[in-house]
């Protein structure tokens, strides 16, 4: 089993803010996908990264894959209620299952 | 478009009953998937299949049983329910490829007491 590790595990910003959730391995991943999940529902892909460097935006949601592919990063601009969820880092290692991250709740105060 | 599907939402069982987790896709997905999630552990899986006919144990597999008939149905078995499995369960489902990003249902959360 490949190891993720996420962190911070709970980030409480006011809304307006800028967060970062950070992802590491000791491995290299062949992609690394970000998750959000919120209470009752199951995760929601957010965006795959799989290039090393490789930087995507998505609204005000910024994903960074480092370039040795064993980190990646998710950073929130201006963080809204809306952004309130559990976000999940998974890696894929050279095959099709994704190993997951433990999971950074991050709750937005308005 | 459902997407993936999962019943039942909630369910409670005594120690050492049995039971059926219910599972289906119609995304004509081959790769399906069983994950377990209990708080700040992230998702472990369980067992996956990459097309009918064919399973294989995942990560923590023992207590559980699966099998894929069809390409849109996966069901996980619980036989001889003990407190340790007593978790939210989620099915996924992918194409051949896990790039492309797993499709979850909502999940099934299950409490043994």
């Known amino acids: 089993t490949q190891l993720l590790e996420q962190s911070p595990q709970f980030l409480s910003i006011q809304e307006g803010e800028n967060l970062t959730v950070y992802c590491n391995s000791s491995?290299?991943?062949?992609?690394l996908q970000w998750y959000r999940q919120e209470p009752g529902e199951g995760p929601v892909l957010l965006v795959t990264v799989v290039t090393g460097g490789e930087v995507k935006k998505l609204k005000r949601l910024t994903f960074q894959f480092g370039d040795a592919r064993k980190d990646s990063s998710l950073h929130i601009t201006a963080a809204q209620p809306g952004d309130t969820g559990l976000y999940l880092c998974a890696g894929e290692f050279n095959d099709y299952k994704l190993s997951f991250g433990a999971g950074t709740t991050v709750t937005v105060r308005a | 478009n459902a997407g993936v599907t999962q019943t039942p939402k909630f369910r409670i069982l005594k120690i050492g009953q049995s039971m059926t987790l219910q599972c289906t896709q119609d995304m004509n997905h081959n790769y399906m998937y069983w994950y377990r999630q209990d708080p700040g552990m992230g998702l472990k899986l369980i067992y996956y299949s990459v097309g009918a006919g064919i399973t294989d144990k995942g990560e923590v597999p023992n207590g559980y049983n699966v099998s894929r008939s069809t390409t849109e149905d996966f069901p996980l078995r619980l036989e001889l329910a003990a407190p340790s499995q007593t978790s939210v369960y989620f099915c996924?489902?992918?194409?051949?490829?896990?790039?492309?990003?797993?499709?979850f249902g909502s999940g099934t959360r299950l409490t043994v007491v």
């Open positions: 491995s290299v991943f062949s992609s």
């Open positions: 996924a489902s992918s194409y051949s490829s896990g790039m492309r990003g797993y499709t």
